[in-house]
C-alpha cells in the first residue's frame, strides 16, 4: 500500500539517459520534478540537426555509437509505450529476434510470441535522447531547466550522516533550489561523490578498467542503396587484439565503432585518422560492404574515447545509508564497459526501480535499502560478469602481441567449451541460443542462468558430442584476419 500523503518533489540532476528515464518514472509515481542539466536545450527536434549542432560536452560519449538491449525495449513497451512510440516515430528502430539470428537458425524459423522480449532498439543516441526528452517535457510535473551547472548541495547540518535537501547552482541562499530529495544523474563526470565525503560521507567504491579504446565514425547510406544483407561474415567479433561492430540506427545513418586494446598504441594512432579507420575496416568482411563508398557516405570525422571503466559506487554501509534523501543513478554509480551495451538500459531501470521504492515509501531509511537492494539484485551480477571478462580480454589483448604464446590446459579447455561445444550449440538449436539471449539482453536476473540449466546444458552436450566433422558448418565464420596479418596489409609494425 502506498504511505506517501503529500505530493513529493524532487531535484534531478542531470538531462541524459538515466536522468530523463527517472523523471518520466516519478512523475508516473506523482512526484513533481525539476531536471536540471548543464549543456543548453537541444536546438532542434530532428535527430539529424540535433546529430551535428547540439552541443553536449556534458556527455563525451553523445557522438558514439550506442544500441539499446531488449532490457530497455522491454521496459519501454510495458511501461512507457507512449514513449517507445516516440522513439519510433523519430525514426529508431526495432531490430526484431530474427535479425539477431545466426543464419544457421533463420531457415525453418517459427517466430514465437514471446520473442518479442529480444528485440533490440537501433537508433543514435541522440535519437533516443531527443524522444526522451520531448516525452518527458510534455509530462505534467516535469520541468526541465537547461543550461545550468549544479554545483553544489544543500546539506542539513547535525544529523550524523549528511541530510541532503536540495542543490546550489551558484553562490547564495538565492541559488539554492530545495527538494525533498536529490537524485544524481550527471554521468560519468559527477561531482557530487567527492563533495559528499568532504561532508563525511563514507561512500566506497570498486572500479576495473576497461581496457579499450573507442574508435566511432558515423556513415549514412546512399540514396537508393540498402543495408549490405545479413548471412555473410560477422558484422560485430572480437578478434582479440580488435573489436568491431557495426551499429545499424535511424534515418538511414549507422555507425562502425573500433575498440582497440589500450596497449595497441600503434593501431590506436592508426583509426584515430579517417584513412587509418577506413583502411581497417577495409580488412573485416562484415564491415568493408557497409564502409564501402558505393554503399555508405562518411558523416563526419573519427571519435575517440578512452578513460573507459566499470565503476560501482556504494551508498550504503551495511544496513546504513551514508547520506540520507540522495540517490544515484546511471553513470554516476554505475557503469560498465561500453562493448556490452548495457549502460542506458541500466540507467533507465534504476529510475524505474527508484521511482517504485519512492513510491512505496516515504521513510529514508528504507528507501535507501530497498533500492540498493534492487541494484544489487538486478544489476550487480551482470556487473561482477563483465568485470571479469574484461580482465581476461586484457590478458587475451597482451597475448595476441606474443607470437610465441601458447594457453595453458585450462585456457585450452575453456576454449574448446566456448568454441566447440556452446557456440556450435547456440548455431544449431533455437533453444539453446533463445536461453542465452535472455543472459545477454539482462532479461534474466542471473546472466548464467542458461548455462545452470541442466536441460540447457544437455541440449549443448549433445551437439558438442557430435563432434567438429559434423558440426563443420556450426564453426564460428572468419571474422577477420590475425593481428600479424592486419598489421601487414595496413603497414603497422608487429609491436
Ligand atoms: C563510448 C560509449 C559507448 C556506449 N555505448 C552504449 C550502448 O551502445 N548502449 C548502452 O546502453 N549504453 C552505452 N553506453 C553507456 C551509456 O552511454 C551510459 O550508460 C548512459 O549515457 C548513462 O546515462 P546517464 O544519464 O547516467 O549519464 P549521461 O547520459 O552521461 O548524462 C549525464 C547528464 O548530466 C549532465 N550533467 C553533468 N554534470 C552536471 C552538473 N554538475 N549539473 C547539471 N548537469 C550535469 C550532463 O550534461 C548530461 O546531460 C556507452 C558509453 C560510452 C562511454
Known sequence: MQENVRPEKGIVVGAGIAGLGTAIALARQGVSVTVIDRDPPPGSDDPDRAFAEWPRRGVAQFRHSHVFLARLYVLLRDHYPELLATLLQMGARKLPFSASLPPQLLDGYDALAADDDFTLLSSRRVTLELAMRRFAAAQPGIEIVPDCRVQGLVLSPDSGIPEVSGVRIGEGEKQELR??????????????????RKAGARIAEESAPAGIVYFTRHYRLRPGRSEPPRGGAPSVADLGYLKFGVFRADNGWFSVTLAVPEIEDGLRALVRKAAGFDAVCAQ??????????????????????GGLDSLWRHYMRGPRPVVRNFFAVGDAVIRSNPLYGRGCSAGFLQGHLLARVIAQTSDPLARAQAFYAAQMREIRPYYDIMVKQDAQAIRRAERARDPDYQPRFRARVARHIVEQAIGPASRADITVFRALMRGFHMLEEDPRAALRDPAIVSRILRIWARGPRRNRDLAERQAGPDRATLFARVALAGS
Open 179 to 196: 527538494a525533498d530529495f536529490v537524485i544524481d544523474a550527471s554521468g560519468r563526470t559527477s561531482p557530487f561523490p567527492d563533495l559528499l
Open 284 to 305: 573485416l568482411p562484415g564491415v568493408s560492404p557497409w564502409t564501402d563508398r558505393a554503399c555508405a557516405e562518411p558523416m563526419g570525422d573519427v571519435y575517440a574515447m
